[in-house]
């Protein structure tokens, strides 16, 4: 199975500063024709999670663009350019080139 | 695109439940549907995906053989058929579009 390992656990921002999320996986998630399978969701309190970006670096529509997403090969990142207050929640990677699909542990991020 | 589940509650260790996913707002029939759990204040965890036709299914190691995914897409609907439930196995169930749309979840409780 792929490990994907998020860093850090847990992130305090100030609003209008940035952030940034580190996810590694065990091994490639390229596939043979160059698409990359690495996604972001948040998942707000009480709430299920939500796409933000799909393959490693597209963002899914109506996500603002303060999210980016950049990394190739096992080794990604997500950033927030400039942090706002609706951002809290809990951040996870997530793979999708083989089964089984495995998401990191989370990344909570608080105000 | 909506999704709503249906179908969880609370059953014993060992009992069966049948969850089901109602979709709209989108071509049902040509999109893979996943079941994906989260075991109170923990992570997300995989649990199945299924291809546009029951032909090609794929499971997570601590479900398989206990869980059957399945769709119907002339009434779009998805569904999980979980025996010999284990206490692990209380979570709320979440489908999902491709792991792009999620529905609301529903809730399994496992406890004797």
């Known amino acids: 199975d792929i490990v994907m390992t998020q860093t850090p656990v847990s992130l305090s921002v100030t609003p209008g500063q940035p952030a940034s999320i580190s996810c590694n996986s065990s091994q490639s998630l390229v596939r043979n024709d160059g698409k990359t399978f690495l996604y972001w969701y948040l998942q707000k309190s009480g709430q299920a999670p939500k796409l933000l970006i799909y393959?490693?670096?597209h963002r899914f529509s109506g996500v603002p663009n303060r999210f980016s997403g950049s990394g190739s090969g096992a080794e990604f990142t997500l950033k927030i350019s400039r942090v706002e207050a609706e951002d809290v929640g809990v951040y996870y990677c997530?793979?999708?080139?083989?089964?089984?699909?495995?998401f990191g542990g989370g990344t909570k991020v608080e105000i | 695109v909506q999704l709503v589940e249906s179908g969880g509650g609370f059953v014993k260790p060992g009992g069966s439940l049948r969850l089901s996913c109602a979709a709209s707002?989108?071509?049902?029939?040509?999109?893979?549907m996943s079941w994906i759990r989260q075991a109170p204040g923990k992570g997300l965890e995989w649990v199945s995906y299924?291809?546009?036709?029951?032909?090609?299914?794929a499971y997570a190691a601590s479900v398989k053989g206990r869980f059957t995914i399945s769709r119907d897409n002339t009434k779009k609907s998805l569904y999980l058929q979980m025996n010999s439930l284990r206490v692990e196995d209380t979570a709320i169930y979440y489908c999902?579009?491709?792991?792009?749309?999620w529905g609301q979840g529903t809730l399994v409780i496992v406890s004797s």
């Open positions: 999902a579009r491709e792991t792009v749309d």
């Open positions: 299924i291809g546009t036709s029951d032909s090609h299914t």
């Open positions: 393959e490693v670096s």
């Open positions: 707002g989108f071509p049902f029939s040509d999109y893979y």
């Open positions: 997530m793979q999708s080139i083989q089964p089984p699909l495995t």
